[in-house]
């Protein structure tokens, strides 16, 4: 059955692997809900934070696809309940809205999130949660009219203290001697 | 290595040569002039092969990798000099084979604005390759390309690419080259598994009925000896694939045979009997397999691989064993009894002969009046004492040469199995024939195939590479004819073709020719062709409506083999 995935992909940092990271999705039509590319805690070493929905079988094909690319290090499948994640959203109403009643403040205020930024005509407000959750809020501000609305890709992180590739570059380093 | 100033041109000359790189095919053009000028002063180093078209280039490349082992070398232009080498990137991709492209490229500052002759190369051959590269800058040279030759030959081999934009081809720095052993980020093989050999060893050790499967991995691995030490050691009968002919002796007691689609009767069946599949270096492709969910089902699968990818892709193993098929064989040797299974062997040659009296024997020897392409294959094979390279296309003569053709040595089969490239067999015997110039090779084509490259008759001719070409002329693509017979109601939709005078195309460009339409002239004529000194063009007429059998007819179990229609 088909569920989501974290799909994290640590790999060098080289132009154009983005593409053939991609390219493996794409050629088996697996859609990416989400994506997000940052540098991990190892310095040189990026890390691809991929969602998708699929099966297991599937998620299990797709990583071993990804770790045949020269540049890539190493990948992790993780399901929602393994990780700690979030996402960032953005969201533009009007102005005029804040100061008609104490609905839009209440509900702000409620959700957790804050404005970052107050103009005559417009408020910016940010929040960051799940999915389901930023969404909520969106459902929330639209009976007052969102004219601009942005979610991030996710960010996900394990409940290991270390990053888990620096286990793995050692394992690696000590492979690399034993094929010599 | 001291230093010295170059220009990236020569840089990329001094660097293949320090790969140990002596010949190269290719074709020039605007933005890789710079590296064919360089070239022009090494001509005592490497030799350059000017091919037709560069999809010919790559082919001789992909031939020559083949029977040699080593990387083949590949030059082209930029934009369609680079489009034109797709489809053989995603031959040597899907089969994989070590092929060290190099592109010319616009200049650097030209890069995106759709000057002449650009295209995104690395962007289109990013699916078709293992690795790729954009160089716009000439010290990056060296490096790249060493990168380039460790990717490319080691682990799974495979296609690598890099594009030189001009500018960097005429930079200068100072040059040295290093070679590349290690990437952190690449695992060429995997050390074997001690624990891994260990529980396939006790699983074939057990083995009631079991079944060796081989592919190409083996001769990637050079452990051509290694399996036949396996074999011989615990008794079991062994069949290859398409890319795994010649890995063993056709001639082997235990040999029994090729596996799929057009494969023999007893491997078929009997993947379905064994009790244990021990599968090496071989990928499960799906013209193997027939249908996945009836195959060998009531077997436990011991896979031997060296791409983790491959494991449990198709077929799930019960004991798989990741790493260089060499080492893992060697260790499995180790662990596994001396047995025999001469009853489980007669099963198989029971088999064999169902198999002659109704196919083969009428395909070999036949007495219908028409030529068949089996009688031509057999008689190429006899006169060579079956110790000639095969190159073949693809289609009905491909399937009959690998059924019919005989083999002595390893790496003496050349074709294009996973993607199945018409026009690969005239090229690829080129760099064939460059690679063992010592050994006779055939290049063995339909009259489809055979006109899809025949451009290269003029590369033949120029540098008389002494190929023997047999063009299996039925005036069908007919493969497709055999499918649209069986499955389409004989629709014959857009495969018959109108052919040119073969033989006058070859004299044309100056070779010898002849052109056979009747049994009595055949063994002279593959006799005369055999006896001339260069390449040789013999066109065989051959029967319009044969098909190729035994069938397992697509989406069908191994188990339905068809042995007629």
Redesign the interface.
């Known amino acids: 059955m088909k569920q989501e995935y974290i799909i994290t992909v640590f790999?060098?940092d080289h132009?154009?692997l983005l593409?053939?990271i991609t390219?493996v999705f794409t050629?088996r039509k697996i859609n990416i809900d989400s994506l997000t590319v940052s540098e991990s805690a190892i310095t040189g070493v990026f890390k691809f934070t991929i969602v998708i929905r699929e099966t297991p079988d599937r998620v299990?094909?797709v990583v071993?696809?990804l770790?045949?690319i020269?540049?890539?290090?190493k990948v992790f499948a993780n399901t929602n309940d393994e990780m700690i994640f979030q996402e960032i959203a953005l969201y533009k109403v009007s102005t005029e809205f804040l100061f008609e009643s104490d609905k839009v403040e209440k509900i702000v205020r409620n959700s957790g999130a804050r404005i970052l930024e107050l103009t005559r005509e417009y408020v910016v407000i940010e929040k960051t949660g799940h999915s389901d959750e930023t969404q909520r809020l969106f459902d929330e501000l639209n009976v007052f009219g969102v004219t601009q609305f942005i979610r991030s890709g996710r960010v996900a992180i394990t409940r290991s203290n270390i990053e888990r590739l620096s286990v793995f570059?050692k394992e690696?380093?000590a492979?690399?001697e034993?094929?010599? | 290595m001291a230093t010295q100033r170059i220009s990236g041109s020569e840089a990329v000359i001094l660097s293949l040569l320090e790969e140990g790189v002596d010949t190269i095919f290719g074709y020039p053009g605007g933005a890789i002039m710079p590296i064919y000028d360089a070239l022009y002063d090494y001509d005592q180093k490497v030799t350059h092969y000017l091919t037709r078209h560069e999809q010919g280039a790559i082919h001789a490349a992909e031939g020559y990798a083949k029977v040699t082992g080593k990387a083949g070398v590949c030059f082209a232009t930029s934009g369609p000099g680079a489009t034109n080498l797709v489809t053989g990137l995603a031959d040597a991709m899907i089969d994989s084979i070590p092929v060290v492209c190099i592109t010319g490229q616009v200049s650097s500052p030209l890069l995106g604005t759709d000057a002449f002759q650009e295209s995104d190369v690395?962007?289109i051959t990013?699916?078709v390759t293992?690795?790729?590269y954009?160089v716009t800058s000439a010290d990056e040279i060296p490096e790249a390309i060493a990168k380039a030759f460790h990717?490319a030959n080691t682990g799974r081999p495979g296609p690598v690419l890099i594009d030189i934009a001009k500018d960097a081809q005429f930079g200068m720095f100072d040059f040295e080259y290093k070679k590349c052993?290690?990437?952190?980020?690449?695992?060429?093989?995997?050390?074997v598994d001690p624990f891994q050999v260990k529980a396939a060893a006790d699983i074939i050790n057990a083995a009631k009925k079991p079944l060796i499967l081989f592919g190409h991995g083996v001769m990637i691995a050079h452990a051509e000896a290694e399996l036949k030490e396996l074999i011989e050691k615990t008794g079991i009968p062994a069949a290859w694939t398409l890319l795994g002919l010649s890995a063993l002796p056709t001639d082997h007691p235990l040999n029994v045979g090729m596996l799929g689609m057009h494969g023999n009767y007893g491997p078929n069946i009997k993947t379905n009997e064994a009790d244990v599949i021990i599968s090496v270096g071989m990928r499960f492709d799906d013209r193997v397999t027939g249908k996945v969910a009836a195959y060998a089902r009531q077997a436990k699968i011991v896979h031997l691989e060296i791409?983790?990818?491959e494991i449990?892709?198709i077929i799930k193993a019960d004991a798989p064993v990741l790493g260089n098929a060499k080492k893992s064989l060697r260790m499995l040797i180790d662990n596994v009894n001396t047995n025999s299974h001469e009853e489980w062997i007669k099963e198989f040659r029971a088999c064999d002969k169902i198999e002659y009296d109704k196919v083969i024997e009428k395909d070999i020897y036949p007495t219908q009046s028409g030529l068949t392409m089996g009688e031509v294959v057999r008689i190429a094979s006899e006169k060579t004492n079956h110790d000639a390279i095969l190159v073949t296309d693809v289609g009905q003569q491909q399937m009959i040469a690998s059924r019919y053709f005989k083999f002595s040595q390893p790496r003496s089969n050349v074709t294009s199995g996973g993607l199945g490239t018409m026009g690969y067999a005239l090229p690829a015997a080129m760099g064939a024939k460059i690679g063992m110039p010592d050994r006779v090779v055939f290049a063995m084509a339909g009259d489809g195939g055979f006109q899809m490259t025949i451009q290269e008759l003029g590369t033949i001719a120029q540098y008389n590479l002494d190929i023997k070409i047999i063009v299996l002329n039925n005036n069908f693509l007919g493969m497709v004819r055999q499918w649209q017979q069986l499955f389409f109601e004989k629709r014959y939709s857009f495969t018959e073709m109108k052919n040119p005078d073969f033989v006058g195309i070859a004299k044309a460009y100056g070779l010898a020719s002849q052109k056979v339409t009747s049994r009595d002239q055949l063994e002279t004529a593959v006799q005369e062709m055999l006896d001339h000194n260069g390449p040789y063009v013999l066109e065989v007429v051959v029967e319009k409506e044969d098909n190729v059998f035994p069938m397992v007819p697509a989406g069908a179990s191994v188990s339905d083999i068809i042995l007629e229609p």
């Open positions: 790999s060098e132009i154009g593409s053939r390219i050629r299990e094909k071993g696809q770790e045949k020269v540049d890539v290090l570059l690696r380093d492979m690399l034993q094929v010599d | 690395v962007g990013m699916p293992k690795w790729n954009q990717i052993t290690k990437l952190r980020s690449y695992l060429p093989e995997h050390p791409d983790p990818a449990n892709k």
